[in-house]
């Protein structure tokens, strides 16, 4: 059974940068899509950033993130990244990190997942 852990969440004020980790254990992150997404108080659950399981490993942002964050992966350590650049007050949210079950897909951000991480708490406030 695959588990994420999230980490390095925090207060952070506008303009700041934050990096966030998953890491995965009781499986491989080989080959697998992997999402990032992000639930704010009130707010729909949305995808931020996707990275895909083929395709060499294509990604995709959304337009409210697009150029600010950047999603790696680093297989060796089995973990998965979340770069936050530029943060405004509206990226505060708790972020998640997902995985699909099935191999060798392309990412999308409608894509669904089936393993999930326990959220880590995002604020962007001064």
């Known amino acids: 059974q695959l588990r994420l852990v999230e980490s390095g969440g925090g207060l952070v004020q506008p303009g700041g940068s934050l990096r966030l980790s998953c890491a995965a254990s009781g499986s491989t992150l080989d080959y697998r899509t992997i999402g990032w997404l992000r639930q704010a108080p009130g707010k729909d659950r949305e995808g931020v950033s996707c990275i895909s399981g083929s395709g060499g490993g294509s990604t995709n942002y959304a337009d409210s993130v697009k150029g600010r964050f950047t999603i790696s992966r680093d297989n060796a350590k089995n973990t998965v990244y979340l770069q936050m650049n530029s943060l405004k007050p509206e990226d505060t949210a708790v972020y998640y990190c997902?995985?699909?079950?099935?191999?060798?897909?392309?990412?999308?951000?409608?894509?669904?997942?089936?393993?999930w991480g326990q959220g880590t708490q995002v604020t962007v406030s001064s």
């Open positions: 997902a995985v699909d079950r099935v191999l060798n897909r392309r990412c999308s951000l409608s894509s669904t997942y089936d393993y």
